[in-house]
């Protein structure tokens, strides 16, 4: 299943659109509400975050891949074989989006309201479950990095948001590795705050942004 890579598209739509919001804000300030910047700042940084969370991580999934876990990879085929996984990913996650980022490269994404409680680093039950599908297909597809990634809201300080994104991301990486995936092809890491895809000030936009997303690549 060859799928189309829409990251730049969505990248100029971002960019585009916190321009026009910069430029909304601007003209129709008068004064009379005095958080208008902070709504201002608020919606053009969800629109910048937005494009910045559309994909990060491509350094250590690189260095990842760097290791002997992953092998020489694939070859030539190995769009072939990440479409093959993608399909099974399809098929045996199901609260989970599966998005191909480019030819060597699948981002699975979880609220994090599925995989945890509010403000816990706990797996709740249906997670485990949702892991060990996850699981069986990367033992399946085992030539491939897998870079757990931890995002939270901005609600709390920088620091605490940090802290816990940093151990969702751990207690992903654990359960993984119990059912048996390698842990030298993965890595777990918390970008806290950093990398919103939606308005904090909302609270649709909040749980949108607290995600676990799991970045698989391979190697030619």
Request: net charge negative; with cysteine; aromatic share 6%.
């Amino acid at each position: 299943m060859n799928t189309a890579y829409p990251n730049i598209s969505k990248l100029l739509i971002a960019t585009v659109l916190a321009g026009a919001l910069l430029a909304s804000c601007a003209t129709t300030q008068d004064g009379s509400d005095p958080y208008a910047k902070t709504k201002r700042n608020a919606a053009i940084g969800a629109a910048i975050g937005a494009a910045a969370g559309l994909f990060v991580g491509d350094g250590e999934l690189d260095e990842v891949l760097g290791t002997a876990a992953v092998g020489a990879g694939v070859g030539a085929g190995i769009g072939l074989y990440m479409d093959k996984q993608q399909q099974a990913l399809e098929q045996e996650l199901e609260s989970a989006e599966i998005e191909r980022i480019d030819e060597e490269t699948i981002r699975v994404r979880f609220e994090s309201d599925i995989l945890f409680p509010v403000d816990s680093s706990t797996l709740s039950t249906d997670a485990r479950y949702e892991l060990d599908d996850f699981a069986q297909v990367m033992n399946e597809y085992d030539k491939t990095a897998i870079l757990i990634q931890g995002h939270t809201d901005s609600t709390g300080s920088e620091e605490h948001n940090l802290k816990l994104s940093e151990r969702r991301a751990e207690a992903v990486f654990n359960h993984l590795a119990l059912r048996e995936v390698d842990p030298s092809r993965m890595a777990p890491i918390g970008y806290g705050e950093g990398y919103p895809v939606a308005d904090n000030a909302t609270p649709e936009g909040r749980s949108l942004n607290r995600r676990v997303s799991i970045l698989v690549r391979g190697k030619s």
